[in-house]
């Protein structure tokens, strides 16, 4: 039975036609309403079955995908909510690869381990990391994202 950690990213676009990008980045990373690392950063066809967990914590961060039963997404014109949770930790492989591709959207992914007081948050703007930091505080203590 994993630790699991909670997750909450914002997709958020402030500029003209910032609800085609947040659209298009829905589209390209989405399945079915649920959060899909594979769309975006497959498991290669030639791993192993009984390799694939390592492979997927190799190129995503984490082993599992997102479940549909651990997956709430809203949108709301240029901002995009998205609460999942993973296994272990943040998806942080599959966030330097995706994210960048983005250059027109603002990412904020807020995370905090099942075990843990402190919150921590990844910022994207431009396409680059801004800001990667902990906040000693509980997730739910804090002031929502947006």
Known sequence: MPNYTFNELRVICEKKGGEKEINKFYNEN?????????KQVPVSSSV???????????????????????????????ILKVDFCT???????????????????RFVLRYQHECS?????????????????VIHKDIKSIRPLF
């Open 87 to 105: 296994a272990w930790r943040e998806p942080n492989k599959w966030i330097e690869t995706v994210f960048p591709r983005y250059d027109k959207l």
């Open 117 to 133: 007081h402190l919150c921590e948050y990844i910022y994207y703007k431009n396409g680059e990391c801004q800001d990667y930091n």
């Open 30 to 38: 989405f399945t079915k309403s649920v959060l899909d690392f594979s």
């Open 48 to 78: 192993n079955p009984m390799d694939i967990n390592e492979e997927q914590n190799r190129i995503w961060g984490v082993k599992w995908n997102v479940s549909e039963d651990n997956c709430d997404v809203k949108k709301d014109g240029k």
